[in-house]
């Protein structure tokens, strides 16, 4: 199935309808606006953290996402034991790497993840990506320094020693596997000055992947839906708080005729 | 003292004249909102689950509301201690067992609660209240599976069990004691689609109970504003994005007359 | 350099132009706000807790803001060790004392926290400012209970002790070090109905000095900076909900003109 406006909006549709419990062990930043994006795109989220359940939480979810934006000790072993307990089960896990290359904790936290459990999906910014392979890069915290571009080599060999999908996302996003390459060139240059854009990005890949088996279309098709809806919200907006706002709404109308018009895809 | 539109206001204009401390151990999704919406309603919001201090800030306060939204050891810990003292200082407790039935940790804790202290007001959806006294029902995450009105039995049965007032929120919220029940049929279908209208909801009952000696008239009193700022923040919004802040608007302001216009009770 | 409308501005703009990174220790109501209002002003938020990397994440930002809010034991240990490391690498460190005075765990921590670390910016209500030195006040949990104008002197006090610029904020903003006090006139009614500014107003104190080796200059910057853009966001606000959208906004836009225009300054 091609990538394209009209299969990106049967995935929405496909979203709107089944709803997907997508289980979120996520950053404390980011936890109010990722659920209310979670649930104007259509699905369910849930947010659940703790050692004693987080396996429970799995075991009726669709989809989990791990975020480490605000990591500490008792919230990793949550991870693992989800993670672990998602592919058992088979549902597709979306990491979140957030801030990765900034603090040694972080960058091994990934690392140790990846390994015991590869996910379906990863979505980071370009020094994110670079920092989950490469010693040698420098983040500056949760924003990317280096440029998207330059992580793309990154992206390819984590892509294939993972063989997970791996989406770099920045003022292009691109979407790589093993075999392909995809472009997504939608969004606002305000994205970046709401807190958690990224972060939403990584749920409702988790969202698309519920009800999608083919994690490349999951990750394009979300990656678009974003970006539509943040130059929808844009163009409605006065600065970063009624974006947050506006993209909120935005998401929960977005139509087919405003994908065709205005994706730009490579 | 009859629960209509007059009282109704009256009790709001206590809130606001009294500005009663409401203290919460709630969700980390719902922190924020819950706070604005206590601001917004004239109450005045503290969080605090710290087991060093739980009890030294029931002292000042004049309602707790407990919610188990991200629940974790510590914070249950917590979460008890506050009940006990909230008990033996003699103000009104607030239970809200977000995703009771979802995982045997939610549910388990939400029945050693209410055996722990039984609370003035619980609050959920259909199949959350049915969960604190029912094994068989399964709850899809924190999202009403079952109907409300199937709940209705599982609301008695706890209202004589734990002397409490239960409300089983959803399309038309009912609120049930051991003599009564009344129904508020205000609301719309974009509510579910913020994130925690249910927990603000608990905290507005919080803060109507601090003021009102009759759980049931507080509770009431709370679903009727909390339906009636919904209804007109939805006429004013594009969507759920928009909804949010206009309802903390419509709370802020609402006056007598749209409550009179406006209120659906049975 | 006197503090003026134009070095105002000049320092609004070192902050847009630098993004210095922030490093937050915050409360959980307030994360996503405070976040957003950093990347807002032009600022980089990065919100980090865990004692594993709390020193490391202070190595590589400009600016360190403590804020006790939702405080627990583990996070408490994290303050200090990386107030500590603040203090060896030489960056400002903001403590925010929110509810000092509500409970002893507050007071106690806030007491020890400035006496391990003095930071070089205090800012808090009234009654907050006042519990830091004085044990006969009591707070009513995070509100001002107390007149500003009585907490002058605990101000004036705590400053000679630590060394450090006191910020009491309320209707005016009381900017208090060893030899100057400085008013600030700008705010609006509405803001403290809006969860968590005053929380912001830590955060940005933290950008400023961040950018600006006197903390005096930068804490009133701050302020004047918050005080405006909320003067501007309440003027086309319809309550709190819409006031914290537009907050963001103004922040984002704010310009020379409305800073020469409406600083109302003594």
């Not at 649930?39 to 989220?45: K, T, Y």
């Not at 075991?59 to 991870?79: D, F, K, P, R």
């Not at 997970?164 to 939608?186: H, L, P, Q, R, W």
Request: proline share 5%; with cysteine.
């Amino acid at each position: 199935m091609p990538i394209n406006a009209e299969n990106i909006f049967a995935n929405l549709e496909n979203v709107r309808r089944r709803s997907p419990l997508v289980h979120n062990i996520t950053n404390y930043v980011v936890m109010n606006t990722t659920a209310n994006a979670l649930l104007a795109v259509g699905a369910s989220p849930v947010m659940a953290h703790a050692p004693e359940e987080v396996e429970d939480m799995v075991n009726i979810a669709l989809a989990l996402v791990i975020n480490i934006g605000t990591l500490s000790g008792h919230w990793v072993e949550a991870m693992f034991k989800a993670a672990l307990r998602a592919k058992k089960k088979g549902i597709p896990i979306v990491l979140d790497p957030v801030g990765a290359g900034a603090t040694p904790y972080r960058t091994r936290t990934v690392r140790e993840l990846i390994q015991a459990v590869p996910p379906a999906i990863v979505r980071g910014n370009a020094s994110e990506i670079m920092a989950m392979i490469d010693n040698l890069t420098k983040t500056k915290g949760v924003d990317s320094a280096a440029a998207t571009e330059a992580a793309l080599d990154s992206a390819s060999h984590l892509s294939q020693q993972l063989d997970s999908v791996v989406c770099v996302s920045g003022e292009t996003d691109y979407i790589v596997d093993k075999k392909n390459v995809a472009m997504i060139k939608n969004g606002h240059a305000w994205m970046p000055k709401v807190t958690g854009l990224g972060c939403t990005a990584s749920a409702l890949c988790g969202a698309f992947a519920a009800v999608n088996p083919d994690p490349f279309a999951a990750t394009a098709s979300a990656m678009a839906v974003m970006g539509i809806a943040g130059e929808i919200a844009a163009e409605k907006s006065s600065g970063p708080g009624s974006l947050q706002v506006e993209f909120l709404d935005a998401l929960f109308n977005l139509n087919s005729a405003e994908i065709e018009q205005r994706l730009k895809m490579a």
